[in-house]
């Protein structure tokens, strides 16, 4: 049989993401450093796959935006031109696109599980590999809230 959600649980996709991924993110530093953090992973997530190949990183944001585009229009649209710039910075840095954004993805990864460590829990994407896509979607939603506006 299938429940349905108690009225203070959010009813829509996006919305349990965004929650189920903010209990693991409530310590303010944690939070701070996410803020940092999450950014610079995707951004040299993004290069890593464009040093492999432009392709490869250009079917990666394609997908993710369509994932995005699947929760929550006004996600889709704040993340279209971060990916945009993102992919700019990958070609930008020609040749040191690899070096730049390994050495980028290491520390920030570092930052995250510091991170966790103060929270004193696990990373969300540990159960679930979507966490991965949710965690720049916290960081806009935090934006968001900052800026009176709904997802």
């Known amino acids: 049989m299938i429940r349905p959600l108690p009225p203070e649980q959010p009813h829509r996709e996006v919305d349990q993401l965004l929650s189920h991924y903010a209990e693991s993110h409530r310590n303010h530093t944690n939070e701070r450093i996410h803020l940092v953090c999450i950014p610079l992973i ?7 796959l464009w040093a492999a190949s432009a392709w490869l990183a250009i079917a990666f944001v394609a997908a993710s935006l369509a994932y995005y585009a699947r929760l929550s229009i006004p996600f889709l649209l ?9 992919l700019s910075l990958a070609w930008a840095l020609g040749e040191h696109v690899l070096t730049a954004s390994a050495l980028v993805f290491v520390l920030a990864w ?6 966790h460590k103060i929270e004193g829990k696990k990373p969300s994407f540990f159960e679930d590999v979507r966490y991965l896509w949710v965690g720049p979607l916290f960081c806009l939603s935090i934006a968001f809230q900052a800026l009176g506006l709904r997802w």
């Open 42 to 48: 995707l951004l040299s997530l993004i290069g890593l």
């Open 110 to 115: 570092i930052g995250q599980f510091i991170g």
């Open 78 to 86: 704040a993340m279209t031109p971060v990916s945009a710039i993102a």
